[in-house]
C-alpha cells in the first residue's frame, strides 16, 4: 500500500469534516448577504457576530476588537501600514525581527521604501529574541513593535508577554504575528500586553482565506481593505459569512482538545527528535529544545540540501518541507536559519516536519527510516561529505 504521511502542518491543515459541516448551510441555504437588512440576511450577520463573539472570548478580548480579513498575509499587512499610515506624525520608526514570515518582512520593507525606517533586531542561536535588544531599539519616534509568537520554521516561542510589556513602558503599539501560535497555545490578550494579533484559519483546520486580527479597542489605525462599511467600517469587502462561521467552528474545536492536543505532539514530536539525533550523525536541532511548537522539528543534516531531502521524502509518500526558497534558480538558504547564525552550506541542509494529531508512532517510525536511508544516500553523494569522512581517518 502506498503511503502518504503528510508532515507539513506548519504549511496548512485539513478542514476538519465539523468545520466543513458547519460552513455547508451558508454555500446553499444560506447565502444572503449579511449586510443586506431583510431577515434572511439578518440572521446570518447574527451567525458572523456569535463566531466573532467566540473567536474574542478564547483570546481574552471583546467582540468589538475582532476583524475578518482574508488571511493571515493581510492581517500583518493591515498592522505595518495601517499603523504607519496613522502614526506618521507621530514617527516613522518600526521594530521587528530578522526571523519574522514574509508577510511581515516584505512588508517592513516595503514600508522602508515608503521612508519608514526599520530595526530588525537579531535572535540567539534557538531563535530567542533578547527582550533587553527590545528596550534599546525602541527610540522617542518608534511607532509599532511588530514580534511573532512563535516562529513558522523552527517553532521557537517567544517571550511575548515580557515583550510587550516593555513596548507598552515606552509607550509603543505591539503587534504579534501569532498565525502559528494562534489555537495550538493558550493566548489572552490582556494578559501578554498585545495591542494587535493575526491568527489565520487555515492554520488551524479552517478554511483557507480566512484571517483574523484583533485590534485593541481604541487603537488608532487606518483601513487597509477600502470600501463598504462592514467590519465597522474598517475592513471593506462582502463578509465572508461561510469562512468565517467555518474558523469560528474550527477555534471551538481546537481550544477543546488544546491541552490534550498538546501532551500527544509533543510526546511524538520528542520521539522524532531522539531518534533523529541518535540515529543520524551530524545532524542539527534548531530551535530551543524545550520552548517550541509541540508539533515541530526542524533539523539541519550536514553535507546535503534539505531541497533534495524533501524529494527523497516526497518519494516515499513523506510530505515535508526544506527551509530554502528558490529564488532565481539558486537555492537561498531560510532567512531564520541564517538569523540564528548558521553558515549557508549547514542552513540549506534543513528540513522541517510538523505532525499533527492525526500523526502516529508508526507514521514516526516509518519517517526516521527513510530520512536514514536518504541521508545517507545523498551523503554518499557528496563529495564534502567524502572529504570530511577522509579527513576524519
Ligand atoms: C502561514 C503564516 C502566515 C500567512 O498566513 P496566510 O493565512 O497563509 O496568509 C503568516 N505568518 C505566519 C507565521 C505563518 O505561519
Redesign the pocket.
Known sequence: MERFIYLDN???TKVLPEVFEAMKPYFEEQYGNPSSSYTFSGRIAGKVEEARDSIAKFLGAKREEIYFT?????S?NWALKGIADAFREKGKHIITTKI??H??LHTAEYLEKHGYEVTYLDVDENGFVNPEDLEKAIRPDTILVSI?F???EIGTVEPIKELGRIAHQHGVLFHT?A??AFGHLPIDVNEMNIDML?A????INGP??V?IFYLRRNTNIESFIHGGAQERGRRAGTTNAAGIIGTAKAVEIAAKKMEQRIIYERELRDYLIERVLKEIPYTRLNGDRELRLSNNANFCFRFIEGESLMILLDLSGIEASSGSACTSGALDPSHVLLALGLPKDIARGSIRLTLSEETTKDDIDYTVEVLKKSVERLRSMSPFYADFIKNQN
Open positions: 506548519a504549511a496548512t482574508s488571511g493571515g498575509s493581510e500583518d519574522e514570515h508577510a511581515i511573532m512563535a516562529n513558522n504575528d498565525v502559528q493575526s489565520s484559519s487555515h492554520k483557507k482565506g484571517g
